[in-house]
């Protein structure tokens, strides 16, 4: 070994040293430096667990959040479409209230129209009386009974042909519509209804109605059937046969 330039002792010594070395480093040294690799790839690992939980969780709240703001979108049209609904109906409510009060106001309108018109036209009977008896008293004198002249007046406006009322005869009427020139006293309404009831076969409700253009006399409807016995009809049947 000298002659190849390497000294036993020295050689000897610096086995030893290595081996010293190496029994310390693996000792002392490599289980800590190791354990603290072991450390470090599991504090590694852990990182790399916790941000894939992460990034799950981060995925669930995404998710959690679009469908919190699906269920909002969703409750905001359900609501907007409540109210819209509750609104619509409000609406028609307050225009169906509307029209129901105008209709009233309407009726109350036509009531007292038709209030006024026959009072002025009861006034017109009186008028009509007092006329017609100052004409008679002027042409024949005092001769003339007064209470006479005011039934045949009345009779003028409340009568109606006994041949024209025939054609009741056999007659049915669920309601029975009685037409007169000026408003009738209630005294000639009862005496008619006892006329219709001697001469229809079944009569329902009798109801009044003034039309002034009829004269005077009665027309009267049972159902579809009209009997007219109007003061204008007479006149015109008269008219007719005079121009014939």
């Known amino acids: 070994m000298e ?30 430096v190791l354990k603290a690799l072991e450390e470090r790839r599991a504090l590694i690992e852990k990182g790399l667990e916790d941000a894939k939980a992460a990034e799950q969780l981060r995925a669930s709240m995404a998710a959690e959040r679009q469908r919190i703001l699906e269920e909002a979108l969703a409750e905001r049209q359900r609501i907007v479409a409540e109210a819209v609904r509750q609104a619509e109906q409000q609406r028609a409510q307050i225009l169906s209230e509307a029209r129901a009060e105008a209709q009233r106001i309407l009726e109350i309108a036509r009531e007292e129209a038709e ?49 024209v009322l025939e054609e009741l005869r056999s007659l049915k009427g669920d309601r029975v519509e009685v037409i007169s020139a000026i408003p009738l ?14 001469r229809l076969d079944s009569m329902g409700e009798v109801v009044f109605r003034v039309d002034p253009t009829i004269l005077g006399g009665l027309v009267i409807r049972v159902g579809d059937r009209v009997v007219d016995g109007s003061v204008r009809t007479r006149m015109e049947g008269l008219r007719a046969a005079l121009m014939g």
Do not use: C
């Open 3 to 32: 002659a190849l330039g390497i000294n036993p002792i020295y050689l000897i010594a610096q086995i030893l040293n290595f081996l010293l070395i190496w029994f310390l480093l693996s000792r002392f040294v490599f289980p800590r």
């Open 115 to 163: 209030r006024e018109r026959e009072r002025v036209l009861g006034e017109l009977r009186a008028q009509i009386a007092a006329l017609a008896l100052a004409a008679a008293h002027r042409v024949v004198g005092d001769a003339l009974d007064e209470s006479r002249h005011r039934r045949l007046i009345n009779e003028f406006f409340t009568t109606v042909p006994s041949k």
């Open 185 to 198: 006293q209630e005294e000639e309404k009862e005496s008619i209804r006892k006329e219709l009831s001697s």
